[in-house]
């Protein structure tokens, strides 16, 4: 049987996806675009952490053309909008309930804060670990994180051959 991927998205790769000016080469957004397209036709499960839609709204709101930055805004909510409504066309994580937010700051300060990683990639590497010990157990299931920071990558549960890291 062939490995089903499981990727947790990192900002770095949001930024492509959406194309967001200043933050985004039109080579990577290529790139990381056919990925996701073909990621979904494999039937791969998407994941985004809710601080990675921060820092990407954060981003999107540094944009200086205004009709640029509210389409772009409006991109991201209909993809919020329809990823907590329907899942697709990700599965948003973690919830941020106090006990689950109370776990993540643990552990960003138990585990990775020596390490100079910060609380959203901390999230991200909880995540893609949690995926893979609870959900995702067994050799059928792989494990990713999309990002394009070698540091985040390096932190992913399976290795990922063909790694794009821009």
């Keep these: 049987m062939n490995a089903v991927p499981v990727y947790v998205i990192d900002t770095s790769y949001l930024l492509e996806l959406f194309a967001v000016p200043g933050r985004s080469t039109r080579r990577a957004v290529v790139e990381i675009r056919g990925r996701v397209a073909q990621a979904v036709g494999k039937g791969a499960r998407l994941y985004v952490a809710v601080p990675s839609i921060y820092e990407l709204a954060n981003h999107i709101a540094d944009v200086t053309d205004g009709n640029k930055r509210l389409s772009l805004a409006r ?12 899942g697709v066309p990700w599965t948003i994580v973690p919830s941020q309930q106090p006990t689950a937010f109370r776990e993540l700051v643990e552990s960003f300060v138990d585990n990775h804060i020596r390490e100079g990683i910060d609380l959203s990639d901390s999230t991200l590497i909880d995540e893609a670990h949690r995926l893979k010990g609870s959900s995702y157990r067994g050799p059928e299931w792989r494990v990713h994180i999309w990002t394009k920071d070698r540091k985040l990558k390096a932190r992913e549960p399976d290795g990922e051959s063909q790694a794009y890291l821009g």
């Design 75 to 86: 991109q991201v909510r209909d993809a919020v909008c329809s990823s907590l409504d329907e």
